[in-house]
């Protein structure tokens, strides 16, 4: 399985930003994708922002306009820039990958808060 490390979470005001990033023990580029989820309480896990191989950019539309996905291939890294953050993406966020040979891999998630 790959290891994923999330950090960057934590507390702040609406129309704040926060950037989330993730360590990959795996070269991104072999894997199929790569992307953040979020899990508000009492919800279920969504898809934030994905990126595909070769393929396409995909965002959630709750954070169209508003989240950044991008990803260094040199350091392995995944981020997620957010901005105008509002209370409803108070969640904790995942990074997650998907491979043929190793599977679906999560990070333990970190906490973000989204309050005045």
């Known amino acids: 399985q790959v290891q994923l490390v999330e950090s960057g979470g934590g507390l702040v005001q609406p129309g704040g930003s926060l950037r989330l990033s993730c360590t990959v023990s795996?070269?991104?580029?072999?894997?199929?994708?790569w992307g953040w989820y979020r899990q508000a309480p009492g919800l279920q896990r969504e898809r934030v922002a994905s990126?595909?191989?070769?393929?396409?950019?995909r965002y959630a539309d709750s954070v169209k306009g508003r989240f950044t996905i991008s990803d260094d291939i040199h350091r392995n890294k995944i981020y997620l820039q957010m901005t105008g953050l509002k209370p409803e993406d108070t969640a904790v966020y995942f990074c997650?990958?998907?491979?043929?040979?190793?599977?679906?891999?999560w990070g333990q998630g970190t906490q973000v808060t989204v309050s005045s």
């Open positions: 997650r990958t998907n491979s043929v040979r190793l599977g679906v891999s």
């Open positions: 795996a070269n991104i580029l072999s894997l199929n994708t």
């Open positions: 990126i595909t191989n070769g393929g396409p950019i």
